[in-house]
């Protein structure tokens, strides 16, 4: 399977991350990626975008270096009841975006908790995709979030950083194995993020590709196979 789409990129306006927006397209192109989504980090995480970022990201071209560039966030989840540090008026504006929980934003809850979190920040229509839930800091209830995933029609992302060996979220393969053979029994669709904070990381996606071929994941299943059916699920026009 050819994984030609990440949906998954940070640049220097999240805070902690390397390079700029140009950087990350120009990588991009090399990888031979079609489409890229800036996903930078929601205000709640320290030193991370201001609103008026991503009140202003319509100033990026719709493409560089002939890769297609969308417009995102990755907002955090800053309470159990689903709040995001976003709010609608924002976020209507954005092409895709990621809902995560993150440690310097929210302290974990239950198993329960988290779960009803999630399924709480699906119901936001603004939301498409649901990041790195295999994360055992913040354990979820697998088959009710994948069965909300499909009923909301949500993206789970499998998150190659999460699988690497200097991931911050360790410990998350086993999770995210769980999750993606739900998502196979209930076929809810995946997407794949590089999570790239700096340019050479775009479109790395090995561990996601391994386990993949582990569980003989069809393509049909896998969006960043294919960016028009991206777009389609995303409600975004193709152009060609
Ligand atoms: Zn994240
Ligand atoms: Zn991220």
């Not at 924002?90 to 302290?107: G, R």
């Not at 904070?197 to 969006?223: C, T, Y």
């Amino acid at each position: 399977m050819k994984l030609i789409v990440d949906t998954h990129c940070h640049t220097i306006a999240s805070g902690h991350a390397y390079s700029t927006v140009q950087e990350m397209a120009q990588q991009a192109s090399e990888q031979k990626l079609s489409l890229i989504a800036m996903t930078d980090h929601g205000p709640a995480m320290p030193h991370a975008a201001s609103k008026l970022h991503f009140r202003n990201l319509k100033v990026l071209p719709s493409s560089m270096y002939g890769v297609e560039i969308l417009k995102g966030a990755e907002v955090n989840i800053v309470g159990m009841d689903g709040s995001l540090d976003l709010s609608d008026s924002i976020l209507q504006q954005l092409d895709l975006v990621i809902a995560s929980f993150h440690l310097p934003c929210i302290k974990p809850g239950s198993e329960k908790e988290n779960t009803s979190a999630v399924i709480q920040v699906m119901k936001n229509p603004y939301i498409h995709i649901l990041g790195h839930t295999g994360n055992p800091a913040y354990p979820v209830q697998i088959e009710r979030m994948v069965e909300a995933a499909g009923k909301y029609g949500k993206l789970i992302e499998i998150n190659n950083s999460s699988l690497t060996s200097h991931s911050f979220r360790k410990g998350s393969w086993d999770r995210c194995m769980k999750i993606l053979e739900t998502c196979l029994d209930y076929k809810v669709p995946v997407v794949v993020g590089s999570d790239a904070h700096i340019s050479w990381d775009v479109g790395k996606f090995e561990k996601a590709h391994e386990m993949f071929r582990q569980l003989n994941v069809p393509e049909s299943l896998v969006l960043c196979s294919d960016p028009k059916k991206l777009k389609k699920h995303l409600g975004i026009k193709d152009n060609e």
